[in-house]
């Protein structure tokens, strides 16, 4: 979506100077929303939502891990979840951008681990949350990043709050995600 806002940026700068510009700005952000809206309906079924899911329901959050794994389990990665320290309500913003953050680490390893099982560690902290999402996957066999933009979105969520992310591959194989998001003291 970020890619859109830039490409759209570029054509209202050049709308009236250069019509060849502005219809090649145009032309980009079509074929860039179009590509995202393809890669929101695989995620949606890989995550198999449900087709029943009313807008109404209450935005999913940490509370929400269980179903999640069971859903990433059912598209072929077991899933662990643990949860240590005192659970608590978190602000609003900061469970749905944890819930997120898991969501896009778990998709992440589905799409790029092959083979593997995952798991997610949920710390509660006196004023913070720590989420470590981990893998034991092979990854992509040529080392080259899958191209998406999950940990760039990852990146936007844990910085909104004033948090740290990390990314990279495990010490002992596989990928690992941990970020840290202040939850203010309760």
Do not use: K, W
């Not at 807008?55 to 240590?84: C, F, I, K, Y």
């Not at 970020?179 to 003291?185: D, E, H, Q, S, Y």
Request: charged share 20%.
């Amino acid at each position: 979506m970020s890619v859109i806002v830039l490409q759209a940026q570029a054509g209202r700068r050049v709308v009236d100077s250069d019509p060849a510009a502005t219809d090649g700005a145009l032309a980009a952000i079509e074929s860039t929303g179009r590509g995202a809206m393809a890669e929101l309906r695989r995620l949606l079924d890989v995550l198999h939502l449900d087709e029943e899911t009313d807008d109404l329901e209450p935005r999913p959050g940490l509370a929400s891990l269980p179903v999640l794994a069971e859903r990433v389990g059912s598209a072929g990665m077991p899933v662990t979840v643990a949860v240590e320290g005192c659970e608590r309500p978190l602000p609003a913003g900061v469970d749905l951008s944890a819930y997120r953050i898991v969501q896009e680490a778990l998709t992440n390893a589905l799409r790029h681990a092959g083979r593997a099982t995952a798991s997610v560690g949920v710390t509660y902290g006196p004023d913070t949350i720590e989420l470590r999402i981990t893998d034991d996957g092979t990854g992509n066999p040529d080392g080259q990043a899958g191209g998406g933009h999950g940990l760039v979105g990852m990146r936007e969520r844990v910085r909104l709050f004033g948090g740290t992310l990390e990314a990279g591959p495990a010490p002992t194989g596989g990928f690992c995600v941990r970020a840290v998001l202040p939850t203010g003291a309760t």
